[in-house]
């Protein structure tokens, strides 16, 4: 089991969600990790874009372990995060992608069902209580189109149609995952940002203290277009495959195109119930226990 070095020292988690920035703040982690390990911050994350060391060498439990399976995915995390740490660091700020669950599980409308298990795993290996837990969301509807498009942009694809109603359908949700999550890691502080921020202002909300005087950014990725998306599954189609640089050369062509209205890829009574329980969801999840809802809920949708 892990322990933290002194009791004055933060575990800090950004626990990403797909299509919630994770990557993007994940990037800024490494470009930025030796000004944050300076101000005394260690870091564990799973080292994308070509940030450097804190991966975890491991996998997740699924829905399908059993409690007492937990302890055989605890040792590797927590000897990963034995070894990012410092004698006398302030704290720990651990970012994870693939906390709640994997992305396939959208796919076939279940809801992160794994969420609790991985966070019980990942309080066993810190082995004591997280101080502060950050969570961004996304509106149900969009964020269950975000998963198909990040599948439709590696491999072949059935239409959008076909996948949605099961996600319709879908049980649970983010009161659920957040519920999971904070009990889980036994977080003393939990943050739900209803809006996707940057990577600079996410570090704000997750390590307060930690200032950063002139940051570097990473670089911003082209946004996928429908049109796109289009064009990549008929290349898959067709049993081609994409050379290297040249799927992210045609995501940038067709950003800078002009599109037409993007098709929510729900019905109409649909989309109004998912964008209706998101607005719920999130008037509950600011009245729970050690929970606080960052950004309005009008504006969270309008951001999408």
């Known amino acids: ?79 990963t995060l034995a070894a990012q740490r410092r004698p006398g660091a302030k704290g720990l700020i651990l970012s994870e992608h693939d906390l709640a669950g994997r992305m396939a599980t959208l796919l076939q409308g279940r809801f992160y069902p794994a969420a609790r298990k991985r966070a019980e795993v ?29 599948y439709a942009l590696e491999r072949e694809m059935e239409p959008f149609s076909e996948f949605a109603p099961a996600m319709a359908a879908f049980a649970g949700g983010w009161v659920e995952v957040v519920e999971a999550l904070r009990d889980g890691l036994s977080a003393r502080e939990v943050i739900v940002l209803a809006e996707r921020t940057g990577p600079r202002d996410l570090l704000g909300f997750l390590a307060p203290g930690l200032h950063l005087a002139e940051p570097a950014l990473p670089v911003a990725v082209p946004a996928v277009t429908d049109s796109a998306l289009a064009m990549i ?23 800078r195109q002009p599109q037409v209205e993007r098709d929510p890829g729900f019905a109409g009574l649909q989309l109004a119930d998912l964008r209706g329980r998101y607005i719920a969801d999130l008037d509950a999840l600011a009245r729970l226990d050690r929970v606080m809802v960052v950004g309005g809920i009008l504006p969270a949708i309008a951001a999408e």
């Open 122 to 150: 990942l309080s066993r290996a810190l082995g004591r209580p997280v101080d502060r837990l950050v969570i961004t969301l996304r509106p149900y509807d969009r964020l269950f189109r975000g998963a198909w498009e990040r």
């Open 233 to 255: 599954q008929r290349h898959f189609r067709q049993g081609a495959r994409f050379a290297p640089g040249q799927r992210d050369r045609l995501l940038a062509f067709h950003a």
């Open 1 to 79: 089991m892990f322990t933290m070095p002194h009791d004055s020292s933060q575990i800090l988690v950004h626990a990403g969600l797909h299509g919630s920035g994770a990557e993007d703040f994940q990037r800024f982690l490494g470009l930025n990790r030796e000004a944050i390990r300076a101000q005394g911050f260690d870091l564990a994350y799973p080292g994308r874009g070509g940030a450097q060391g804190g991966g975890f060498d491991c996998a997740w439990p699924e829905a399908r372990h059993r409690h007492d399976d937990l302890e055989a995915f605890t040792g590797p995390v927590a000897a």
